[in-house]
């Protein structure tokens, strides 16, 4: 497997997560939009970055409420999805992570969210990127990752596949088994999280209260068997949205969750 970190789990800025994760032995990054934004510098500038420390670009992200969009804004959609991957391209990554859309006035027709994820698919391709998709938790339509991996395997394009986050299906309380009947060939990208139990809504939960694997509730171990299970052996990443955790050291908690996410891939258990 490649370990990989999403930036949103350290804090600091743009340069000392790069080298408190290539220090902790990370190959990887995935690189979140607005983690660029305080930046001083351009797409090529961090990407230079990236390859001096060591690392490679494992997936930018998120591309949002991109599929089942109301006719009215469909081009306008279209043409902000084109900006994003573009700009993945000049970052150099080699995958961009959509989620499922939220906004009211989406539409859940199946035939409807399949032409747009066809088109993004194919503009993805246009630009040798791989396209990466999540049923968020709090999804208007596709919240649950077998609705998902259905949608992968319908629409049946070689650029386009399936994220498994763990959060998401541990949020929504969804079984863990349909993960053996997902083609390993579908599954693009791995996230792992912990978090504690809250009884607040998904939205809030996941975007401030994760944590690194073994500090939470989560059946980490079941999940990773599952997906070892299907002889994925690609990106797995840390993806922990965390004030908490954005406040220690940024090298310790790189530490900590690269030992974390080697124990749990080598089913030793998170602690």
């Given amino acids: 497997m490649i370990p990989s970190i999403a930036t949103v789990t350290l804090g600091g800025g743009l340069p000392g997560r790069l080298s408190a994760a290539a220090e902790a032995g990370f190959k990887a990054v995935e690189l979140f939009d607005t983690d660029l934004d305080a930046f001083d510098g351009d797409a090529a500038c961090v990407r230079q970055l990236i390859r001096d420390a060591d690392l490679q ?31 993945a391209a000049e970052l150099g990554a080699p995958m961009v992570m959509m989620c499922s859309a939220t906004g009211e006035g989406f539409s859940g027709d199946r035939s409807h969210i399949l032409d747009d994820l066809a088109h993004l698919a194919d503009m993805a391709g246009e630009r040798r990127l791989r396209l990466a998709y999540e049923a968020l938790s709090w999804g208007r339509h596709v919240f649950d990752y077998r609705d998902a991996a259905a949608l992968v395997a319908e629409l049946n394009h070689p650029n386009f596949g399936l994220v498994l986050d763990n959060f998401h299906i541990f949020a929504r309380g969804h079984p863990l088994d349909a993960i053996a009947d997902i083609p390993e060939a579908h599954i693009f990208l791995v996230q792992i999280s912990d978090a504690p139990q809250l009884d607040i809504g998904y939205l809030d939960w996941s975007r401030s209260h994760r944590t690194l694997p073994g500090r939470g509730i989560f059946d980490l171990d079941g999940f990773t068997a599952q997906v070892r299970g299907t002889g994925y052996d690609g990106v797995f990443s840390l993806e922990c949205f965390s004030e908490e955790l954005k406040g220690e050291m940024v090298r310790d908690v790189a530490k900590a969750g690269f030992v974390s996410l080697n124990k749990l891939w080598a089913g030793e258990g998170p602690r």
Avoid: K
């Fill in 57 to 87: 670009t494992s997936s930018y992200f998120p591309l949002r409420e991109v599929e089942g969009v109301p006719p009215g804004i469909r081009q306008a959609t279209r043409d902000r999805a084109a900006a994003f991957l573009d700009h």
